[in-house]
């Protein structure tokens, strides 16, 4: 069964500072590879998804992930952080086979101190 | 163009009730999707909708909970009797297609059953 795991429940960074944000997955098929991110009360955004092009993928709001085959990564990172990026984010795969439906990791709470 | 709905934001009922969530995808979207997050616990899949049939329910806890998609627009999902651990929040996605396209989320259900 495919499962996602992300490293840390809770990171914090000060503003202007690099923010990563670790994802790892298994799967014996590489998956498509999403990052989301959930703002206080309101729903889930998709910051980007990998879908087999390019393995080095751009989102919105500057953020970034590149995925790593050999270390089954998809590791989510900005280099400056700002205060607006406080939020939740969440790693999510699927597979092509699979209807769509998605397989969340846990969630990291990302904190932005000034 | 109008985002994923869904209603009601909140909603607490006692143990042995029911209740019903209401979810209206954005308009011309096939695809509607049921997930749940447990307090502490990653979000999870329930079902999939593709216009008014039920592609995959293999997510849905127990036969306690039905989820309908009259005419292939709004979708319902309905807990009876609710149970102590049903209490989190679910969330709605839509999608115009399934292969690895992005899912638009709603702002989710908070349920407490007490």
């Known amino acids: 069964a495919q499962s996602v795991t992300q490293l840390g429940s809770h990171v914090s960074v000060s503003e202007g500072a690099l923010v990563l944000l670790r994802c790892n997955y298994s799967?014996?098929?590489?998956?498509?590879l999403f990052w989301y991110v959930q703002y206080p009360n309101q729903g889930l955004q998709l910051l980007l998804k990998?879908?087999?092009?390019?393995?080095l993928v751009k989102g919105i709001n500057g953020f970034e992930a590149e995925f790593k085959k050999s270390e089954t990564s998809f590791h989510l990172t900005k280099p400056s952080a700002h205060m607006s990026d406080a939020a939740e984010y969440f790693c999510a795969v699927s597979k092509y086979n699979q209807g769509g439906k998605l397989i969340f990791g846990q969630g990291t709470e990302l904190s932005v101190k000034p | 163009e109008a985002g994923v709905t869904q209603f009601p934001s909140h909603s607490v009922i006692e143990k042995g009730q029911t209740v019903t969530l209401r979810c209206d995808p954005i308009s011309g979207h096939d695809n509607l999707y049921w997930y749940r997050r447990v307090m502490g616990k990653e979000i999870k899949f329930l079902l999939h909708f593709v216009k008014e049939s039920k592609q995959d329910e293999s997510g849905m806890p127990n036969n306690r909970f039905l989820a309908e998609r009259t005419g292939g627009t709004y979708s319902t999902l309905k807990v009876q009797p609710a149970e102590l651990e049903d209490s989190g929040v679910y969330f709605c996605?839509?999608?115009?297609?399934?292969?690895?396209?992005?899912?638009?989320f709603g702002p989710g259900t908070r349920l407490t059953v007490l």
């Open positions: 799967s014996s098929v590489p998956p498509y």
């Open positions: 996605a839509s999608s115009q297609n399934t292969l690895a396209n992005e899912q638009f």
């Open positions: 990998y879908t087999s092009a390019a393995t």
